[in-house]
């Protein structure tokens, strides 16, 4: 069977449509590094795709490996680049994200604890707030300051809608 050439054409388009939808689909959010007080965005770092948080790779933020896997209220290691779940490496308690372990997830000592829009560090089981780590400001994140979390030099700018579970667990590596 021979296509005349309109019929070429347009299965070219559908084609080409069909081809730019899936990347589109794909990347949810982008987050960017970002630097300074004013927070000036710089290369993609992560990208956070439905149910998985994976490494960016190259400045506009191309999908590199799966390193989390969501899971309603526990975030696992990536089993693989393709995001298989693996073991267990947070639960969110509330505003607190606590560390776990193993594939049944036993919870741990406590890694963030979310107070409004700033981030401290939890310590113990019970989730002692310590210092500031992080605050999150509109669609950028700083690294934050002391006992009352001030507001130091941006860490991240947020493209897109990214859950707080996904952010928190990208936070606590850092």
């Excluded at 080409?16 to 689909?25: F, H, V």
Aim: charged share 15%; net charge negative; hydrophobic share 45%.
């Amino acid at each position: 069977m021979t296509l005349s050439t309109p019929e070429r054409t347009w299965h070219a388009i559908t084609l080409l449509a069909c081809m730019w939808s899936i990347p589109a689909m794909a990347q949810q959010a982008i987050i960017t590094w970002a630097y300074g007080p004013f927070g000036t965005p710089a290369d993609a770092a992560y990208i956070v795709d439905g149910d998985r948080i994976h490494t960016a790779c190259g400045a506009f933020g191309t999908r590199g490996p799966c390193i989390y896997v969501i899971d309603q209220d526990r975030v696992y290691h990536a089993a693989d680049a393709f995001g298989r779940k693996g073991i267990c490496a947070f639960i969110l308690e509330g505003n607190n994200l606590v560390r776990a372990q193993g594939t049944s997830c036993s919870a741990g000592s406590c890694a963030l604890v979310l107070e409004s829009n700033k981030v401290f560090r939890g310590e113990g089981r019970y989730c002692t707030k310590q210092e500031g780590a992080f605050v999150i400001d509109g669609s950028t994140v700083f690294l934050a300051e002391g006992p009352f979390a001030t507001k130091s030099d941006a860490l991240f700018e947020i493209k897109g809608d990214v859950p707080m579970m996904a952010l928190l667990a990208i936070l606590a590596g850092h």
